[in-house]
């Protein structure tokens, strides 16, 4: 962490290297540079005197005085405040900051009004705070403060700004209206107002701003109609308007006297209706056309052939698009004349129509994602789609009216990835060819007729969902899961002509989630190998004749929502361990078979409409609802004094554990699955389409070929490398995964699925994922997380360097101690009660533990988590709890002292060493540091003014109430890591709530 500078040492250096005249811009640079925290790429290094100001990283000057004019500093990893003192750059006219990790209020409009030549103040992507500055300089020209956490209302002061050409306010918290003088800005090239929470509607007066070129003013809460000046900007290429609430028809001459230079056009997402006007079609610029999610009407205009430019076309979710019926609603795909082409989404419209001859004069060779799910649209499949198309990555026709086979070029697709054709009338046989899909992550032929046996997919390697339901097929699930991808999570077989027993080989799919087998002709026992199958959530075996009893390898399905076996032979006891599935088993229905004995009463059992048991009626007791005969009393044998049951004694034990659910999702590519009810790919994205992509290049050339310089850490499964993916954007940390061990692609998957979802101020943020392969064809696999400057909670706890020995001290007091405790209980409590699907981290160590710029605790490393599914999440105990085989690191994590320290032996173990000590001197267990910064803190606190006895009293009570605040810090972590975790630890939350107030007890003591 940089020392701050003191005024004394400030002026000494200014008078040794400058003269009279530019003395001052030196002064406001060392102000700058002492307010900054964290400098990771030692970018400010240069900043001392063996160099002149002007030749210091990030600083230019004039020629002629030798003042400050540009202060450039973008994407270096700085954290800290921005210092007052840049009012004094009295020459500046450029000041660029993007990408960094500033914090605090950006300086006042006093500081920033003095600053009269400046024209450039960018601070995109940082984390400013407060209310958004207003005394610019009458000549500034760019102001970029997006990416932010401003918030207030829109400044009216700022529309005095004549001279400015960009206003970039993007993704921070802005509320209130658009003020009507924005159009007196007449310079104006760019606005971006998007990702706020402006409301009202858009000021007519933006039309008179005749130079704008961009508009953006997407996800908002803007409404009423748009102002019919907007449409008399003929500069504006860009208009983005998405996600508000704006209730308007487009003007039926759209296309021919507006908008001439139009590119992009982005109105999703509000509540336009009427008529798709055809001059739209005709803007020849057009680039991308977004028009989803509203109300439009009536047909597509087919009229495109001018748009040969466009790249993009969306008009998803338009439910009353089209004619209903007529046979030429796809004509306008045939009119479509541009090579460049790359997307269309039409899903969830009433799109009619043959499909053969909409594509019979297709001339866009490019394109990679073609979406017409949801309409009505009949006839057969055409070669076409599989021969003019070869680029095609995404190819949705499910929920349609489709006949006939499926052509046999299906395999020269080879860049595909989504099939979906469920939900129609297809028929014949799945086409061999099929095969040839090596890259193909979702087949859905669902609902449909095929029959015969199904093909040959052992070369579907990244296959993740199969989906066969509700046809004719006939093969067997050996010759179905003998040769189908073990990275299976989906397996939807139901509604078929299958037969044979169910392999054992469906132990090896330990990623499956969801698997229907259900009415089909399956026979024998059901295979003990199925408990495998860690992850499997949902379960139908029903419509069968499976026999036997239910295997005890079931126990180990932890994670199990609902489980079908009904309409079956199965027979012997209900197990007991059914009932200890309470936590995640919501449905259970076991009608229909040859069960006998006693009903559990407990877990899903004591409610009845959570279960099923018609038809079984061999069946007593149980609870009082279910009306079975009660059950007969075993007799008993007396044996002298003592009485032996003759009965079975069934002991049923809970398992120690903290987690339930393996990884659920492998992100491999910009696609969607489409879930079993039929939502639209709109709804439910990967990970890569909320963040941007990145290659295995850009990684192997972000940290130079992986270079040990880069390398920052390794963890369970791979090493960690910081890097800056491409220029302007902020440093980053990338995990990149060890993909020798086989449990790295498990991790990978359950890191990106554990992540993908939460959102926590104590969590670590991923970015994106890259899953590909190596120059050398390797599989590969990374994540990218947002950098920690700080590092790691066990660098800091156990220091290898000194001055890693020096920041300890500094750094780590108690205070901060606590602080950290309490930021990661936070994050659990959120984690383990918040969700809506509660996730336990099962590894959590000091080591995956990181601290920002600001010594805030993130908790990181979710390649070993797991998800519950509990009923009462409201609780704080953990009573709920699943019990499963435990998993992470061995050792409880120590707040000083390794678990594995060589004073733990003969059974002794930390937990047992904190406990002995509460009973006797707590303070003699405690990291020796925290009692150094103790004594500094309490010197530097006490009045210098008090006699020997008030400091003594003092001292006296400052020091108790220390050990009473450290005492209780380590009874929570004793009643946190007892052996029994249902019936003895504390919860998550009552020990984030014990943390709290043994830190306002501390804070009483200062």
Same mark, same amino acid.
């Given at each position: ?18 003269? +009279? ?182 000021? !007519? ?121 007529? +046979? ?70 499910? !929920? ?297 290049? !850009? ?82 696999? +990374? ?39 309490? !930021?990661?209980?936070? +994050? ?179």
């Amino acid at each position: 962490m940089l020392s701050c500078w003191s005024t004394m040492t400030i002026i000494t250096f200014s008078l040794s290297t400058t003269s +009279a005249g530019n003395h001052t811009d030196q002064l406001a640079l060392l102000a700058f540079k002492s307010q900054i925290s964290h400098d990771p790429l030692q970018v400010l290094n240069s900043w001392n005197t063996s160099l002149h100001f002007c030749q210091w990283q990030g600083v230019t000057c004039g020629r002629r005085h030798q003042r400050v004019v540009k202060l450039v500093l973008k994407s270096r990893g700085l954290a800290g405040s921005l210092s007052p003192y840049i009012g004094n750059l009295s020459f500046l006219h450029t000041i660029d900051l993007e990408n960094n990790s500033f914090r605090g209020e950006i300086p006042s409009s006093e500081v920033l009004g003095r600053l009269f030549r400046l024209r450039v103040f960018a601070l995109d992507n940082n984390s400013f705070t407060g209310e958004l500055p207003s005394n610019f300089s009458r000549n500034h020209e760019i102001l970029s403060l997006g990416g932010n956490k401003l918030s207030g209302t829109f400044p009216k002061q700022l529309c005095a700004l004549q001279k400015l050409k960009a206003l970039n306010l993007w993704s921070n918290n802005l509320t209130g209206s658009l003020p009507y003088d924005l159009g007196n800005l007449s310079s104006l090239q760019f606005i971006d107002l998007g990702r706020n929470f402006l409301e009202g509607g858009i000021p !007519d007066s933006i039309g008179q701003l005749k130079n704008l070129y961009i508009l953006s003013l997407g996800d908002n809460m803007l409404s009423s109609k748009l102002p019919p000046s907007i449409y008399n900007i003929s500069s504006l290429w860009f208009l983005g308007l998405t996600m508000n609430q704006i209730v308007d028809r487009l003007p039926s001459d759209i296309g021919r006297t507006f908008l001439p230079n139009l590119c992009e056009l982005f109105i999703g997402g509000n509540h336009f209706f009427g008529p798709l006007p055809s001059s739209l079609f005709n803007i020849s610029t057009l680039e991308m056309l977004e028009l989803s999610g509203n109300g439009f009407t009536g047909k597509v205009p087919d009229n495109m052939g001018n748009m040969q430019k466009l790249q993009y076309l969306g008009l998803s979710q338009n439910n009353q698009l089209g004619s209903s019926g007529h +046979a030429d609603d796809l004509k306008f795909l045939s009119s479509i004349n541009s090579i460049v082409l790359r997307v269309i989404k039409a899903s969830d419209c009433q799109l009619s129509g043959i499909l053969h001859k909409s594509l019979a004069n297709i001339s866009f060779t490019q394109l990679e994602e073609l979406i017409l799910s949801g309409n009505q649209i009949s006839g057969i499949i055409p070669s076409e789609i599989f021969l003019k198309l070869p680029n095609l990555i995404v190819l949705h026709l499910m !929920d349609n009216f489709l006949t006939g086979n499926i052509p046999q070029d299906i395999g020269k697709l080879n860049n595909l990835r989504v099939l979906t054709l469920g939900n129609n009338n297809l028929s014949g046989r799945i086409p061999s060819s099929i095969n040839n899909l090596a890259w193909l992550l979702y087949l859905d032929l669902n609902h449909n007729n095929f029959e015969g046996v199904v093909p040959n997919t052992s070369n579907l390697q990244s296959l993740l969902e199969l989906g066969l339901s509700g046809n004719k097929l006939n093969a067997t699930l050996e010759q179905v899961f003998g040769r189908t991808s073990h990275g299976l999570l989906y397996a939807y077989l139901a509604d078929n002509s299958f037969t044979g027993s169910l392999p054992v080989e469906v132990g090896n799919f330990e990623h499956l989630l969801e698997m229907d087998v259900s009415n089909n002709y399956l026979e024998g026992e059901i295979p003990n190998t199925l408990g495998k199958c860690l992850s499997l959530q949902q379960l139908s075996l029903m419509g069968n004749s499976f026999r036997g009893s239910i295997p005890p390898s079931f126990s180990s399905l932890q994670g199990l929502t609902f489980l079908d076996l009904s309409q079956n032979k199965i027979s012997g006891e209900i197990p007991m361990f059914l009932q200890n599935l309470s936590s995640s088993l919501e449905y259970l229905n076991l009608s229909f078979n040859n069960f006998e004995g006693a009903m559990p009463t407990q877990g899903i059992f004591q409610n009845a409409s959570a279960f099923s048991i018609l038809g079984n009626n061999k069946l007593c007791g149980g609870i009082s609802e279910l009306q079975l005969p009660t059950c007969p009393i075993i007799k008993q044998k007396r044996f002298g004094k003592h009485q032996i049951s003759l009965g079975l004694k069934v002991a049923i034990g809970v398992i120690v554990s903290t987690t339930v659910l393996a990884a659920l999702l492998s992100v491999l590519c910009s696609v969607m699955r489409r879930s079993k009810s039929g939502t639209d790919e709109t709804q439910k994205t990967s990970l890569y389409d909320q963040y941007e992509r990145v290659s295995f290049l !850009d990684l192997h050339r972000a940290t130079d070929g992986f270079s040990p310089a880069n390398s920052i850490g390794t963890g369970h499964f791979g090493s960690v490398f910081k890097a800056i993916i491409r220029e302007g954007t902020e440093l980053v940390a990338v995990k990149v995964l060890n993909m020798i061990d086989h449990k790295a692609s498990k991790s990978f998957m359950a890191e990106c699925e554990a992540l993908r979802n939460v959102r926590h101020r104590n969590l670590m943020k991923i970015l994106t994922a890259c899953s590909t392969v190596d120059f050398q064809g390797n599989d590969f696999k +990374a994540l990218i997380f947002k950098f920690m400057p700080n590092g790691s909670l066990e660098k800091l706890l156990h220091p290898v360097r000194t001055d890693d020995q020096r920041y300890l001290t500094e750094n780590l007091s108690l205070s901060r101690r606590l602080n950290i405790a309490i !930021d990661v209980a936070s +994050a659990l409590d959120y984690l383990h009660n918040q969700c809506e699907t509660p996730i336990v981290h099962c590894d959590l160590k000091p080591s995956n533990i990181l601290l920002d710029e600001d010594m805030v605790a993130h908790v990181g490393d979710f390649g070993l988590a797991k998800f519950l599914q509990i009923k009462n999440s409201n609780s704080s105990s953990t009573n709920n709890t699943s019990s499963f085989s435990p998993r992470g690191t061995i050792g409880y994590i120590p707040p000083g002292r390794r678990p594995t320290d060589e004073e733990f032996e003969d059974g002794l173990d930390l937990h047992q060493f904190c406990k002995i000590a509460l009973r006797k001197e707590v303070m003699k267990i405690i990291d020796p540091h925290v009692l150094e910064h103790e004594e500094e803190a309490n010197d530097d606190h006490r009045d210098i003014h008090l006699n020997n006895s008030e400091i003594q009293r003092s001292t006296h009570h400052e020091s108790g109430k220390t050990e009473e605040c450290i005492t209780s810090i380590i009874k929570i972590g004793v009643e946190c890591s007892m052996p029994s975790p249902i019936s003895e630890r504390m919860g998550i939350k009552d020990a984030l709530k014990e943390l709290v107030a043994a830190k306002k007890l501390y804070e009483s003591a200062r």
